[in-house]
């Protein structure tokens, strides 16, 4: 099914092109809340978006801070999400003799909910407009000294935010530059498992099903956000009403997609296909092979691996997807056609054809100093080299006792002020840390560093320090004691005297780099990031200017409405339902003689006879999502909750650069859940919270 | 254990590089059989290698052609190599209900014995030194001319050679340009299967287990040898005596080991660490993370992908290994080392000293060369932009049509004379051809074409025809005729017409790049190759002149013996056995819960009572080899066999570049074999064959 050729799902769009780029395609669009698309829900589903309704649905999502979506399912802080969100924590808290993702979990009471060691929720309370205050900050022409007052100026209103109201505040880039909003959560970081299946049934299929339809997976797990040790109330959470869900009806989907790229240049996508993806594939293809090869050597290894596996795998099968889409000739010309009907709307008034022109070279100019920057940018500041959790905390613990010496404004901003909670949250977690699995990957990846530096460069040759790779990562890792939060905490608390004196092997590498890193971010944030928020910015306001502001901005992992249908759809040019069931799954685990990644947990085995074989499991429909949707609640025009939303199909990957109508999003569906938590699991007291009103 | 650090191996050979580069290090050497180490095996080990015993080893010795070693076991012709050399016509010889990988086979008669469908096995009957007549007629200072010249001169050698003895004739290149050789072989293309075990225990262990120690494989199949449809009867071959095998025993190989790069200059070898080695890695990475997608998608995918994943994993791990080798300073010390040593000494004599700097200067040349031309060279005359089995076929046909209306000696190597029956027999192979496999390679080596040489590039332009790599690897492999090996026949007997007239798809791709990758192709031999032989050729004569010619050349898949003693080791500072039991694999199986890699097949379970546990299964020894080794036969100084070699350890993994006293050459145990027939398979008659004196 993943040979699906592009082209013959978007020949349509190419022929389509000869209207104007803003003409949204379908149910195209990943809205704001405060910018919601009442008028083409008026038109096209007569259906009116009123403030309660988008309110109650904004404050029922929950964003995961680990990279997915959620949202309330109860009065009493339950909170529902993606297996594969949770599998992280599943992970963490699992030992070599207590596998949560093998063997799932159900907390029987509270007392039996375990806290996870590092989550972050979010909960969107307020949106507001800081544009003209982050730009009149910004005068200087330089922009060096303009990144430097753009974002001394966004930490000023974060921290302000944060300080008057008590709230996790962040201003928000949009449309690349084009607005700045202050985004204000609720934070919740008390949050404890509730439920969990097993991941064979979470993850039926595998990576070889992922992103495939029809599909069978049950990727759902339960969490329970608490406040001073007691489930909090919510009064905004989602009631449930999957039963009645049909074909062509309208659904919503409330959730954080995390980054698009549809409003690049064509000079930007053709770098991003020839430069920077096949470098990320690599980057991906070689963290695959060593998690894999050290995940074969045994089960435990295996289970120890399993996260970095499904993160890698899914990231390399999605963006594998996404280059497809790149290299696919229909596609390019898809983003050419737009790019040119904005050149042709721009030119019949001088001054903004003047500013088109300036804003593509600002583009163009930023493309060429990342294409020189980008490689020692991912090796040092994004520490590819280093690919190690110790590492990470090391360079946190080394720069927080520089950058907390200085004003917040004058800092990296993750370490301003409204952000050190968080930060610090992340920095004393206390999910287990593997030498073995630390050791492979360091190697690996310090192979790389020399790989693509050259062995003679001098700061590989520092790093390694007359070593050969094995041997130096060997080294760091039996040497360091950072997988103690005990050490960390005191050398956080001790500041720069602490750490300069630290002889903490993994401390030293982090000082040793520290200055090519933060020199190379320096370049990065001056020469790459800055231009194209001008550039961006102003293509954003031409657009707005022609068309208005009736559209959406690229994905930013905050807080999106995207609308559709429940609806069939075609796979490699095979029909598909609209919906799978229970007794599709027990078919396809048996046409792979229960092999894996096909076979069902026991507990399904064992439950055969207790469920309704004609139990929906997956649906799909048209919404408009990407990755960072995943967990999103999907409700129908009530507001009720019908399913949550997982995946997107092999059709969607192209959805980074350009909606097409064929595309699909995949959810399971909410009777699943509930039969399951029922018939399967002996968690009728869940389920029940879940139907309670 | 595959972190183990190099330089703790290597540190001991740094100091002692006080001595002259050509003192070898303990059992070091890939030896030519008509220069044989007579002088170190009779002051190491007081032995006396006969000419009568070296001659009866060498026509026991078979080269697989397909990248293995191999020896006469019986009178009868039965061969014995290794399970993964016999692995891929194990494959072949598969189908979706017939599955000799996953349940072994073992022919009860002669009847039953299964054709291979593509095999070439050759027996070295003699050596003739040709460098004089190879060097006189290549009389051009002009590299582009000398080049056709030398080529010119080596076919016509062997195509003579050829039809005066109706051998297959191979000029072979010797210390990459010292001497030039005709190598003659008896060549055998009937081999028929008569056993192989479950590959559950071939490769007990899988990759993780790869080029680990302690380990316990049976990784061993025997085919037999037909001519005229009747067994061929050989009166030299191996007569059996494991029993008596002790730690401490002096023990031959004779085998065909493919490569090393032991005489390559420091920057020869920095261009291998930081160009070569990276490219073909990442190469590497995507047919294993292709392989894998696929194969994970059901059973009966994994069984078609089981041979390239094999092939690529094992290469692989290898390929890493060599390179930790590379990136080791150690490693680097010893080569800077040796190289200052033959520099010093050449400086002695003037017209020595600048023989060597004409010498270094060549080779660095074609490295600038070889930089340039790299990517083209292995993505158009390599095929790597077109990776499946149908482009091979097409090419062949297409190149067949216009070399084969040259004169012999004018032609590209492959196309001489004397070489197309062999080639003949891989292009009308029944071998099965997946269509689905080959559209995912192709698919992905068309992206990785796209990537590499960029969208723009004409020649992607051409290939890819405006559709998208996946689009175009449906179109071609759906259109194409060439798994038929009938439209092969008619093709490549309907010379140029044929080929001109011919629509298919692949065919017609075939033609579209092969300018361009003749172009290439010529540039890499008039600017590489030939300069490489001339300059090494150069080093190599300044060796023979100061120390003498008592040296062995870097491995060239041609017949080598080596020799060392059954010795214990160290695997990552743990200290490990000479041998290992059945016992021990019963013991592994059960750590990892009978597990795949680690699972036993039903057979070794259902007898486990039967099998006498202290039965040695796989020894180490110190003995020189390297891939291409794998199914030697391993011989005690009365050349009669105990084992057969099929791996070396991670420590030796380094002997690439160097050979260290601390690497080993891995063997089944000859009585595994013999122990294994007789109480897991009911192979009495076969066992009882092999002991047959």
């Known amino acids: 099914m993943r040979c699906r050729p592009m082209s013959l799902a978007l020949s349509f769009l190419v022929a389509s092109l000869l209207v104007p780029a803003v003409q949204l395609q379908a ?39 680990n990279g997915g979506s959620g949202s309330f399912v109860s009065a009493d802080g339950l909170v529902m999400t993606n297996h594969h969100i949770g599998q992280g924590t599943l992970n963490d808290l699992s030992t070599k003799d207590r596998d949560l993702l093998k063997n799932g979990y159900y907390a029987r009471s509270q007392a039996e909910e375990l806290k996870a060691p590092n989550l972050e929720l979010n909960v969107l309370m307020s949106i507001e407009d800081v544009t003209g205050r982050v730009n009149a900050a910004v005068n200087s022409k330089d922009p060096a000294k303009a990144e430097q007052q753009r974002r001394a100026e966004m930490t000023k209103i974060e921290d302000e935010s944060n300080k008057q109201t008590g709230l996790r505040s962040d201003v928000v880039t949009l449309y690349r530059g084009g607005l700045y909003q202050l985004y204000r959560y609720k934070k919740y970081t008390d949050v404890r498992l509730v439920f969990a299946p097993e991941d064979d049934i979470a993850a039926f299929g595998g990576d070889p099903d992922n992103f495939e339809y029809p599909r069978f997976d049950l990727d759902v797990c339960f969490f329970r956000v608490y406040e001073n040790d007691k ?100 596609v390019m010309a898809v983003k050419r056609a737009e790019e040119e009907t904005l050149r042709k709307a721009a030119a019949a008034n001088p001054a903004m054809a003047a500013e088109f022109d300036a804003a593509m070279k600002t583009i163009d100019k930023s493309l060429v100093a990342l294409d020189k920057v980008r490689v020692e940018y991912n090796l040092l500041e994004q520490a590819q080299a280093f690919r190690s959790t110790t590492f990470g905390i090391a360079r946190t613990l080394v720069r927080a006792a520089d950058e907390k010496a200085k004003p917040s404004a004058d800092r990296f901003r993750e370490f301003r002020d409204s952000n050190l909670d968080s930060l610090e949250q992340g920095l004393f977690s206390k999910a287990p840390i593997y030498a073995d699995l630390e050791t492979v990957a360091l190697s690996d990846s310090l192979s790389m560093f020399m790989e693509q530096r050259g062995y003679n460069d001098p700061v590989v040759r520092t790093v390694m320090n007359g070593k050969s790779p094995s041997a130096r990562a060997i080294e760091l890792v039996r040497g360091t004691k950072l997988a103690d939060v005990a050490v960390r905490r005191q050398l956080y608390e001790g500041g720069k005297k602490a750490i300069d004196a630290s002889d903490d092997p993994m401390i030293v590498l982090a000082r040793l780099v520290d200055k090519p890193s933060r020199d190379v971010r320096t370049i990065f944030e001056q020469q790459v990031d800055e231009p194209q928020r001008v550039g ?12 208005g502001k009736n559209t959406y901005p690229d994905a930013t992992f905050t807080l999106r409405l995207a609308f559709g249908t429940v609806a069939r ?27 894996k990644p096909f076979s069902l947990p026991k507990s399904w085995i064992d439950h055969k006879g207790d469920l309704d074989m004609d139990t929906p499991m ?28 997982f995946d997107g199909d092999l059709t969607s990957l192209v959805w980074d650069y350009v909606y097409t109508k064929e595309g699909r999003a995949i959810s399971v569906h909410g009777s699943a859940i509930l039969e399951a938590l029922r018939k399967v699991y002996d968690a009728a007291p869940l389920a029940d919270e879940l139907m309670r009103k």
Chains 1, 2 share one sequence.
């Open 536 to 547: 961006y910015g102003k293509l954003a306001n031409i657009r707005f200017e022609l068309f």
């Open 569 to 595: 759809c075609e796979e490699a040019g095979v029909p598909a339902p609209a919906w799978t069931t229970f007794g599709g799954l027990f078919e396809r685990a048996k046409e792979h003689d229960n092999a």
């Open 231 to 330: 489930p909090v109330h919510v009064t905004d959470y989602l009631t449930w009403n999957p039963a009645s869900l049909k074909e062509g009806d309208l659904v919503f989907v409330a959730g954080h997609p995390g980054r698009t790229e549809r409003t690049l240049t064509v000079r930007h996508l053709e770098f991003m296909r020839d430069v920077q993806m096949p470098a990320t594939l690599d980057h991906l293809r070689r963290q695959d092979v060593v998690a894999l090869t050290f995940g074969g050597r045994s089960a435990e290894n295996m289970r120890r691996a399993k996260s970095v596996l499904l993160r890698v795998q899914n990231s390399m099968k999605a963006r594998l997807g996404g280059l497809a889409g790149l290299q696919d000739p229909a």
């Open 618 to 645: 997956n649906f799909v429909s048209t919404d408009d999502i990407i990755g960072g949707n995943s967990g999103s609640p999907i409700v129908n025009s009530n507001g009720e909750l019908v399913g949550i939303i």
């Open 27 to 65: 149910d195209e669009g990943m809205w704001l809340f405060n910018q919601p698309p009442r008028k083409e829900l008026k038109e096209r589903y007569n259906f009116d978006a009123t403030d309660a309704w988008l309110a109650h649905l904004r404050k029922s999502a929950v964003r995961f801070n």
